[in-house]
């Protein structure tokens, strides 16, 4: 597998949009929301408080991550999106995605890194990725999303 990790180009959104769908976990809203996000960096680049990578494997998208400052924060950014094509899933694309956004985020002086998500038992894989990857759980607010499904947020610190 050759996986080349780079910004996000305009003519990607139509695979984005196929490649959220592919996810059980996501729900429609949530694509909905996703693909707001991949507009306003398609329409302002960085400049619109986001930034998108995306993971190739010989011109196929593998996966994406979105990212970008906290508003009113010095140092702090949140990973808000990040998504592996299930045709891709376990074979270390997901972390080379987090790898490369942690390295933007660093370029940029970023130093804490949050990532909010679900508690359910969907997203109990994606919870153990945030723990291998150093993140660690700070916050859980009960009953978030819905009654039942807690909003969990891990942290990372960037050296």
């Given at each position: ?31 909905t ?7 306003a960096?398609?329409?302002?680049g ?17 996966g ?7 508003p009113?924060?010095e140092?702090?950014w ?7 094509s ?8 997901g ?16 130093k ?18 945030y ?8 916050c ?7 009654p039942?499904?807690?909003?969990l947020?891990y942290?990372?610190?960037l050296?």
């Amino acid at each position: 597998m050759n996986i080349n990790i780079r910004p996000m180009p305009p003519d990607y959104r139509i695979q984005l949009a196929g490649l959220l769908a592919e996810i059980p976990q996501f729900k429609t809203d949530e694509v909905t929301v996703a693909l707001e996000l991949i507009d306003a960096y398609l329409a302002g680049g960085t400049q619109s408080g986001y930034h998108i990578l995306v993971a190739e494997n010989t011109g196929t998208i593998a996966g994406y991550i979105c990212f970008g400052p906290t508003p009113l924060t010095e140092s702090t950014w949140d990973i808000y999106w990040e998504a592996v094509s299930p045709h891709f899933q376990r074979q270390g694309i997901g972390g080379l995605l987090l790898k490369a956004a942690e390295k933007t985020i660093g370029g940029h002086n970023g130093k804490l890194v949050l990532i909010e998500t679900s508690s359910t038992p969907l997203y109990y894989g994606t919870r153990g990725f945030y723990r291998k990857h150093g993140y660690r759980l700070i916050c859980r607010i009960p009953d978030f999303y819905s009654p039942g499904d807690n909003r969990l947020t891990y942290s990372k610190i960037l050296s």
